[in-house]
């Protein structure tokens, strides 16, 4: 691709940085940012660069949060006794966005892959069971992507668990075998929360 | 959608302002950034905000340009007698990465089209009569998307250029009907460019 302007293919090259952002898309998005006011501009790049250099994981849940601890976990009126572990903050704000679930979450930020180099030591599993063993919760939902990476992410951390009296839930299978738990609409989500089992008898229907 | 974050939820809103991405593509860019170090992502902001605040437009030809005169127009290797009339930046983009042009460009900022409210005083089409009469350039070539607004665009152009002694050639129709410049390979528009056609059998076989 041939540029007539530096500025704009350093823009361009930036843009095309991103995931699913090729080079005509990028271009699109700088051409875009040409017809806007440099002020909106500003306020763009601005905001950009302010969330990375404010943003911060929550020393409890490990959730994005621009405090040290999340909204959600300082919010008082959430039960405190059950903790949703989901792979990521996507998954976090999909099932919020139920308005379903009422409980605090343990974002593990990613799932056991061994394929991918992903083990249990690259995941936030050390804090959630330090923090099971810290705050005594009553019940555990896993809210993971029912994929062999996701089985084998609650396989590990159930066992670690075993001498632990808590109860141990997964989402309901309502999602579609193989799908991704940020695409389901909010009430088979919802649903799925509502109809949790115990992760044994999930376990054994696989 | 709900956030925990509000320094996410100003960033996935100032990204979903952006043509084509909605909500749920402007958090995947945002988490997409909140991986990559400060570092990282202040180069991203600065990148583009520096892009805005310093891009101009050329003086002579309208094109995006770091300088008061573009690299295209100030390249005396280039044929200056030839100017090719495009829509938009992409467009000379487009052209560009074919390699087989050579001249010059008027880049018009749009088309004529009286149902979007576009007339041709929001054009760059004074600018183009002014520079040919001063210019005098021996052939004037429209690269125009085939489509009626292009059509009439050229018209009135070519009606303004009535008493100038000048040829007027439009790319060859090999351009598929209602299909977007940009979007064309690279072979396709090459040809096209080489097999342009004078504008008057063009008109005749519409």
Redesign the interface.
């Known amino acids: 691709?041939?540029?007539?302007?530096?500025?704009?293919e350093?823009?361009v090259n930036?843009f095309a940085?991103?995931?699913?952002?090729g080079k005509?898309?990028a271009?699109?998005?700088?051409?875009?940012?040409?017809k806007?006011s440099?002020e909106e501009?500003?306020?763009?790049?601005?905001?950009?660069?302010?969330?990375?250099?404010?943003?911060k994981f929550?020393s409890r849940c490990n959730?994005?949060?621009?405090k040290e601890v999340?909204?959600?976990c300082s919010n008082t009126s959430r039960k405190q006794e059950i903790i949703c572990v989901v792979e990521?903050?996507?998954d976090?704000?999909a099932i919020?966005?139920t308005q379903q679930y009422n409980g605090l979450y343990h974002v593990l930020g990613g799932i056991i892959s061994p394929l991918d180099g992903v083990g249990p030591e690259q995941l936030a599993i050390e804090s959630l069971i330090n923090r099971i063993e810290k705050e005594k919760p009553e019940e555990l939902i896993f809210a993971l992507n029912p994929t062999i990476q996701g089985d084998t992410t609650i396989y590990y951390i159930q066992k670690k668990l075993k001498d632990i009296n808590i109860k141990i839930t997964t989402i309901a299978r309502g999602i579609a075998f193989g799908g991704e738990l940020?695409y389901a609409d909010e009430l088979t989500l919802a649903r799925s929360l509502q109809n949790r089992l115990p992760v044994d008898s999930y376990m054994n229907t696989r």
């Open positions: 691709m041939f540029f007539s302007s530096t500025l704009v350093n823009a930036e940085k991103m995931p699913g952002i005509k898309t271009l699109r998005l700088v051409l875009h940012l040409i806007q440099p501009v500003n306020l763009f790049s601005e905001t950009i660069a302010k969330m990375r250099a404010g943003i929550c959730n994005i949060s621009d999340c909204n959600i990521n903050i996507r976090v704000i919020e966005s940020e």
